[in-house]
Structure formats: structure tokens, C-alpha cells
């Protein structure tokens, strides 16, 4: 368990080192424009989480990709009519501007991805070991390394050239 007076400092630290990640996570996962919900959520499920991480098991920011996949997946649930009622109301357009922007090209390759895969693309970006990844997804090391190896042949192949 933290210390209570190390909590604040570790949660500030933490969500500032991850925060691009997370802002990732939360307007792919979610909604419409719901996206600062999740978000918001992701910040308040991981200050309620120090109270039982001791550091034995996995790193912080482990810590910190767990709790954002839970909160993720109980969003999901918890909007799951919400979603369906944006996709009838607002389709995606068929004709997608090509950006050069690096961020929008990642982000638009993201949305392509299944849950599982969009966790593990998106820990590789934040540059997470795989140890750090098999921890908090519960994957073996070497299958996540042919994963995140058969995604970037993914991504090649469809941004190759731009």
C-alpha cells in the first residue's frame, strides 16, 4: 500500500507521463464525444487504485495500463446502447482525407484495430517493455512480440508511401 502522503505526487507524476496515451485511449474507446468521460474515469478508477498497489508485482505505469483497460472495457459495457445509437446517427464517411499529420495517421490506423490489438499497439507507442506488456494484458511475451510484428506489417502495408 502507498503512503498517503507519496499518493498525490505518484498519481501526478504518473497520469503526466502517460497523459498522451491516455487522451489516445479515451477517443478511441469511447463514444461520440464522450471521450473526456472516459477519461475522467481513467483518472479517478487509477487515484482509487494506489490505495492497493505495492510495486511487487509490476511497474506503475503497468499498473497504470491495467486499471485504463479495466476502466475501458466496464465503459464499454456501461455504453454499449450509447454506441450503437452514434454509429446509426453519425456513420463514418467513406471517403477519408489522407493527413500527413503522424498523430491523425496513428490515430486513424488505432480505430481500425480490435480491442486487444488497439491495447497492444497503443502500449507499444508509450514505448512499454514487453515484460510490462504481458503483465498487464496476461499475454505471453513472445506472442505479444509477433502481435505488435504482425500490426506494424499491418500499418505498412496500409500507410506505405504517405
Known sequence: ???PNKKEKLFMETVAQHNQWLGVIARNNAPGDSWEDLEQEIRIA????????DGSNSSLGTWFHSVARNTVREFARKNHNARKGDERNYPKSIYVEQARDELRIVEDFIETLGELDRQVFTMYLD??????????????EATLRKRVSRIKMQFKAEYNGI
Open 46 to 53: 487509477f487515484w482509487r487504485s494506489l490505495d492497493w498497489y
Open 127 to 140: 514505448n512499454c517493455s514487453y515484460a510490462e506488456m504481458s503483465a498487464a494484458i496476461g499475454m505471453e
Open 1 to 3: 500500500m502507498i503512503d
